[in-house]
Nanobody
Framework: VQLQASGGGLVQAGGSLRLSCAASGRTMYVMGWFRQAPGKEREFVATISRVGSVPVYADSVKGRFTISRDNAKNTVYLQMNSLKPEDTAVYYC??????????????????WGQGTLVTVSS
């Protein structure tokens, strides 16, 4: 499985971005988004089950971010609204081939994309 994340960029606080993660190969996996801010450890953002139900979010993004997937296009999205400077990070998509429902532990995820940088200016 190869994952290609895109959609990052520079946005002002309060703005929106939509990240995409295109997958090749066998792709009916649990998918997740994680992020790593400068000088910090990578952290969980959101995950979605194989069929697109039961999304789970980190408390820090709940109500602002929405994860979704289009299995026909082998693509997972992360719609990010009301962005804050503290959302600045490299965002990674990841795939968990072993679960049905998404998990928050990055050790569950076997496949990772290259990351896309999101910068939110104040």
């Amino acid at each position: 499985v190869q994952l290609q994340a895109s959609g990052g960029g520079l946005v002002q606080a309060g703005g929106s971005l939509r990240l995409s993660c295109a997958a090749s190969g066998r792709t009916m996996y649990v998918m997740g988004w994680f992020r790593q801010a400068p000088g910090k450890e990578r952290e969980f953002v959101a995950t979605i089950s194989r069929v697109g139900s039961v999304p789970v979010y980190a408390d820090s993004v709940k109500g602002r971010f929405t994860i979704s997937r289009d299995n026909a296009k082998n693509t997972v999205y992360l719609q990010m609204n009301s962005l804050k400077p503290e959302d600045t990070a490299v965002y990674y998509c990841a795939a968990d081939p072993n679960s049905y429902l998404g998990g928050t532990d990055q050790r569950q995820y076997d496949y990772w994309g290259q990351g896309t940088l999101v910068t939110v200016s104040s």
